[in-house]
């Protein structure tokens, strides 16, 4: 079969249109086939492991400071199984003192990706005397992986006990110093240093606290809500 010129140049153009519209269609797609995601996790817990880190001695696990105690007050500390809330007990109180139960403790960010701290809850629980004539100080620190502290907060007038922060502005104070702070795989951030006299959370009695406060216990947990590091 024959074709005239004028049918040959246009058929040309058809197959070769068609060609660059297959080759085309094929490099789309080529691009779009991997249909794999990757998602990070958000996981910070109150750290609670006696072999590591090795440069934080003081506080691998929860510990009470003897620095500034006057050893009748009864203390003690647990954790949620998710090891996402701390929970600190304390009676016995005496007034007219300045002595101070201080806690060390830290939290890791065991996740993925980059941890964003949102705000601090805190449920105080027992009688409201007690609850009342509580005030409490602390110094934070930001520790990396490797033991680099990178920054220090304290708030309550540390390391002194003139304190006048009342126990249930905790939560208040903290979430204004440490919102918004990133929390980066593997970093801390500690409530204690490695001397006896560091940082840590304390609690003591106002001095004019009434002298019926000595036979009652309060309970307080202590959350810390962390979200993506990007997130709102």
């Known amino acids: 079969m024959k074709f005239s010129k004028g049918y040959a140049l246009p058929m040309l153009l058809v197959i070769a249109l068609g060609a660059i519209g297959f080759g085309y269609a094929w490099w789309t797609e080529a691009l779009v086939i991997d249909p794999q995601v990757n998602t990070g996790e958000v996981d910070v817990i109150f750290w609670n492991n006696p ?57 890791r960010n065991v996740g993925t990706i980059p941890a964003k701290l949102k705000s601090v809850t805190l449920t105080v629980s027992g009688p409201a005397t007690l609850i009342d004539n509580i005030r409490t100080q602390g110094k934070i620190e930001y520790y990396k992986s490797d033991g680099t502290k990178l920054w220090e907060k304290s708030f309550g007038n540390w390391p002194h006990t003139t304190s006048t922060l009342p126990l249930v502005d905790l939560d208040d104070k903290l979430t204004e110093l440490l919102a918004g702070t990133v929390l980066y795989p593997g970093d801390y951030l500690v409530f204690g240093e490695e001397t006896e006299e560091g940082g840590s959370l304390g609690f003591a009695l106002y001095k004019d606290a009434p002298n019926d406060v000595e036979r009652m216990t309060i309970s307080i947990s202590l959350s810390f809500e962390f979200v993506q590091w990007n997130a709102p």
């Open 51 to 107: 072999n590591e880190p090795s440069w934080g001695k003081t506080w691998r696990v929860p510990n009470w400071r003897n620095y500034g105690w006057n050893g009748w007050t009864t203390r003690d500390w647990s954790l949620s199984q998710d090891q996402k809330t701390l929970t600190i007990t304390l009676g016995n109180y005496h007034p007219v003192t300045d002595d101070t139960d201080r806690i060390a403790f830290g939290m």
